[in-house]
């Protein structure tokens, strides 16, 4: 058991993790394509009309998993900024700050797709409601982020600065998900929930799950492309990353 953490435990290395990301990149990238295909699919030639919303429903198929995946990146993020400031390893921040562009791409996708379906459902493309407010905090917290981390120069003061926000930011994350329960919204609850189940047929749970995989093997091909470059640049003086120009050289 304890070889088997300290196996584990050489992945904290940059050095050790970038080919290890190298080998996860092409696996994620090819079942993010084929979810995507069969997501799709499902989402928007097998699924039902819906007999209140119409076809305009189907947005939901992009915009619920992005929204998920706007607050999860985010917590992700959090945890790893836990992990450098309490353990100061260098690959936690990396990792944090290879999240960053696609917590923000998922964040303004779940905006602007929610924008699009409350167009013809509330008459409107946007209401200062909690839900869509707090989103937008959301998105403020990633470009803050991506900010901040750029305009400091010394990587260790950035690493620092940056994971003290997000920890602050953190706060947000329960507010997106339960502003709906605690104040009057105009945004409809969640449809699918861990103690009731789903209000959805079968067929549209399927194809929201599916795009929500899809997501996730996206998102883990892009960040690892992204941290293996975070990785070279930070680690440009090193021996090993030295090592690794020549041969590719």
Excluded at 117 to 135: I, N
Excluded at 154 to 170: F, K, M
Excluded at 219 to 235: F, G, H, K, W, Y
Aim: hydrophobic share 55%.
């Amino acid at each position: 058991m304890k070889k088997g953490l300290i196996h584990w435990f050489k992945y904290a290395s940059p050095a050790s993790f970038y080919p290890l990301a190298g080998r996860i990149i092409p696996w994620a990238a090819v079942i993010a394509v084929l979810l995507f295909a069969v997501g799709l699919y499902m989402s928007l030639f097998v699924a039902p009309m819906d007999y209140k919303q119409g076809e305009g429903y189907r947005i939901i198929f992009i915009h619920v998993p992005a929204a998920w995946m706007s607050m999860f990146i985010y917590v992700v993020m959090v945890f790893w900024a836990i992990i450098g400031l309490a353990v100061n390893t260098r690959l936690s921040a990396m990792m944090a700050q290879a999240l960053a562009p696609t917590g923000a791409m998922f964040t303004f996708l779940a905006l602007w797709t929610g924008a699009f379906w409350g167009k013809p459902m509330w008459g409107t493309w946007w209401v200062w409601d909690a839900r869509l407010t707090s989103e937008l905090i959301l998105l403020f917290l990633y470009i803050g982020y991506i900010a901040l981390r750029g305009s400091i120069d010394d990587n260790r003061r950035a690493d620092r600065a940056s994971g003290i926000l997000l920890l602050v930011g953190a706060v947000n994350i329960p507010i997106i998900h339960y502003s709906v329960k605690w104040w009057n919204t105009l945004h409809q609850g969640s449809s699918v929930s861990f103690q009731q189940g789903s209000s959805m047929s079968s067929i549209m749970l399927y194809g929201m799950l599916i795009m929500a995989l899809a997501c996730w093997a996206y998102t883990i091909a892009v960040v690892m492309v992204r941290v293996r470059s975070v990785i070279l640049q930070r680690e440009k003086d090193t021996k090993w990353v030295k090592n690794l120009a020549e041969i590719q050289s």
